[in-house]
T-cell receptor, first 114, second 115 residues
Framework: AQSVTQLGSHVSVSEGALVLLRCNYS??????LFWYVQYPNQGLQLLLK??????LVKGINGFEAEFKKSETSFHLTKPSAHMSDAAEYFC????????????FGKGTTLSVSS | DTAVSQTPKYLVTQMGNDKSIKCEQN?????MYWYKQDSKKFLKIMFS???????INETVPNRFSPKSPDKAHLNLHINSLELGDSAVYFC??????????????FGNGTRLTVT
């Protein structure tokens, strides 16, 4: 069965610092992996996704994630945090076949201080 | 221009009442979903429809009944509301028959408060 674990329910960084949000997955088949962002009182917005091919995936707002099969990880990074990056971030894995839904991690709250 | 729209945005009601949440998507997607986000922000799939056919029905009380009149609409009716139903309910849609590499597009959620 597929699952994701997000390490750290809350991450705090200073503006301009590196952002690193951790996600490890468990999957019996090659996974499809996603990162979503949720701003207060809004729905989830897709940041990026990994399906096949290049393991370093670039997304919106300067975020990127690297798929590492050997480590079963899909960590999200951004070189320099902005105040506007403060939000809830969710890692998700697809069960990989038709008629299934994304399975989400428990989320990581990112706080950015000036 | 809204891709996935839900109404109402807020819903406050008393225990025992019946309420409905409506969802519409204009993306031309074939698959729609209902997710529940609890107070700890955990997201859990409830239902999914593909072309008006129910394809996912997770362990959800029978008081919850989804209905899809066409592939652009997915409504959620809840009978005999309980305190534990308080949560944010998200509608989402995706291309194809779901799963795989199709990302979900989410509505802005309906915050249900049962008093």
């Amino acid at each position: 069965a597929q699952s994701v674990t997000q390490l750290g329910s809350h991450v705090s960084v200073s503006e301009g610092a590196l952002v690193l949000l951790r996600c490890n997955y468990s999957s019996s088949v090659p996974p499809y992996l996603f990162w979503y962002v949720q701003y207060p009182n809004q729905g989830l917005q897709l940041l990026l996704k990994y399906t096949t091919g290049a393991t370093l995936v670039k997304g919106i707002n300067g975020f990127e994630a690297e798929f590492k099969k050997s480590e079963t990880s899909f960590h999200l990074t951004k070189p320099s945090a902005h105040m506007s990056d403060a939000a809830e971030y969710f890692c998700a894995v697809s069960r990989g076949w038709a008629g299934t839904a994304l399975i989400f991690g428990k989320g990581t709250t990112l706080s950015v201080s000036s | 221009d809204t891709a996935v729209s839900q109404t109402p945005k807020y819903l406050v009601t008393q225990m025992g009442n019946d309420k409905s949440i409506k969802c519409e998507q204009n993306l031309g997607h074939d698959t729609m979903y209902w997710y529940k986000q609890d107070s700890k922000k955990f997201l859990k799939i409830m239902f999914s429809y593909n072309n008006k056919e129910l394809i996912i029905n997770e362990t959800v009380p029978n008081r919850f009944s989804p209905k899809s009149p066409d592939k652009a609409h997915l409504n959620l009716h809840i009978n005999s509301l309980e305190l534990g139903d308080s949560a944010v309910y998200f509608c989402a849609s995706s291309q194809g028959s779901g799963g795989g590499n199709s990302p979900l597009h989410f509505g802005n959620g309906t915050r249900l408060t049962v008093t």
